[in-house]
């Protein structure tokens, strides 16, 4: 699975944006999908999870109610939706891909990793 995230950009607090991860490979459908974010300084942190079928997503704390993820298996891409835009959202965003994962929050259950998109959200 090779993945490509795009959608990133410089928006004013308050304003939204639409990221994209678009996969290749027949397995992405039957893989749960995530957005990592990496501040500079800091790790990469979990933003939200994706499961095959949209069953299940899980977000973090900070940007619940802000952010939604979804996904089209038909068109092999997964999108997070950032409303509500805040500076401390800004962060390299990544998509990662997993055909199994214990624990959707961690980036070490995921094998594949998209190149990075760029949010810039300004005061």
């Known amino acids: 699975v090779q993945l490509q995230a795009s959608g990133g950009g410089l928006v004013q607090a308050g304003g939204s944006l639409r990221l994209s991860c678009a996969a290749s490979?027949?397995?992405?459908?039957?893989?749960?999908v995530a957005w990592f974010r990496q501040a500079p300084g800091k790790e990469r942190e979990f933003v939200a999870a994706?499961?095959?079928?949209?069953?299940?997503?899980n977000y973090l704390d900070s940007v619940k109610g802000r952010f939604t993820i979804s996904r089209d298996n038909a068109k092999n891409a997964v999108y997070l939706q950032m409303n509500s835009l805040k500076p401390e959202d800004t962060a390299v965003y990544y998509c990662?891909?997993?055909?199994?994962?214990?624990?959707?929050?961690?980036?070490?259950?995921?094998?594949?990793w998209g190149q990075g998109t760029l949010v810039t959200v300004s005061s």
């Open positions: 990662a891909a997993t055909p199994v994962v214990a624990d959707p929050t961690s980036p070490d259950g995921y094998d594949y």
């Open positions: 490979g027949r397995t992405f459908s039957m893989s749960t």
């Open positions: 994706i499961s095959r079928r949209s069953s299940r997503s």
